[in-house]
């Protein structure tokens, strides 16, 4: 990642979007940075894994409201988007960023009622509380780094006609660990409108992990126990298996998906090793074309 940062204002005002789709940080999408519970998980995230010679670590603790969830992610989504097209069209841009409350929940495919501004109120919330320690930097250093999603959020209300208070308006002061993915990772991946249909916090993940490992090519696997490590799930493999299963029988918008025991291209090293461990298969769903990866100049 570039660790030049473009020039900053006091404030970002964001403006309507006229992108047809949300974009998503490639380590976002595919590490356990959420919870993809419903019901609140106060228990912390850890995750690690070795790439090369370097040790990665994610520790995400709960606050008071628990784990922010993949749901509340749709709010970084939409801020992210803002500030990519911003930087698209050469706007300044800032970490303290307002924007109307209307036009996060439609770009994100939320109803506009009461009880989801409600809903909104309690997504901020955890996204402020949830403290994330990580060595996953956002520019060429190497650190270790603490930090909450938003550093401070202000819902801003208006008084209706007939004298109700009702919310407006938002906010927010993003984190330097998240700023710095929004404006120095030059990758971002287009999301489907249909990711927001998706009920289940597992299908959601999973979406991230393939929408970032497959890219173009025509197939990709990965063994359903790292799967489960990059998901960040709580229950066993057993249950695990289980459920991925219910997941490839319903189907994921964009791909086509297949568990097995017979891992295509992989050098087999034991057949009795091989024929215990579950693979899940990759492709491209057909006549659905493949979103480009969003590279901002």
């Known amino acids: 990642m570039s660790a030049l940062r473009p020039k900053q204002i006091e404030l970002f005002v964001a403006q309507q979007l006229e992108v047809v789709s949300l974009r998503d940080d490639i380590d976002i999408m595919s590490l356990p940075f959420f919870s993809i519970e419903k019901t609140p998980r106060h228990d912390p995230i850890e995750f690690e894994r070795t790439i090369g010679d370097r040790r990665q670590y994610i520790r995400v603790s709960p606050g008071e409201y628990g784990l922010a969830t993949i749901w509340d992610n749709d709010i970084i989504l939409y801020l992210r988007t803002q500030i990519i097209e911003a930087l698209n069209r050469d706007r300044e841009v800032s970490k303290k960023i307002s924007f109307h409350i209307h036009d996060c929940l439609v770009a994100t495919g939320r109803r506009t009622g009461g009880r989801e501004y409600e809903l909104f109120k309690e997504a901020l919330t955890r996204l402020k509380t949830t403290t994330v320690l990580t060595n996953i930097s956002t520019s060429e250093e190497i650190a270790d780094e603490g930090f909450g999603w938003l550093e401070s959020f202000k819902i801003k209300r208006r008084r209706t006609a007939g004298g109700a208070e009702v919310m407006a308006s938002c906010e927010v002061v993003v984190s330097d660990w998240l700023f710095g993915l ?40 990965i063994g359903v126990d790292t799967l489960k490590d990059l998901c960040g799930v709580r229950r066993d493999l057993r249950r695990f298996t289980y459920d991925l299963k219910k997941i490839v029988e319903r189907g994921l918008p964009g791909f086509e998906l297949e568990i097995t025991k017979s891992p295509r291209n992989l050098r087999v090293i034991s057949q009795d090793r091989t024929s215990k461990r579950a693979y899940l298969v990759v492709r491209p769903a057909a006549r659905t074309p493949a979103l480009e990866a969003s590279v901002r100049p």
């Open 182 to 221: 929004f404006v120095n990772s030059r990758r971002s991946l287009a999301i489907d409108s249909a990711y927001f249909d998706l009920q289940g916090g597992l299908e959601r993940k999973l979406y991230g992990i393939l929408r970032k490992h497959l890219g173009q090519q025509p197939i990709w696997q």
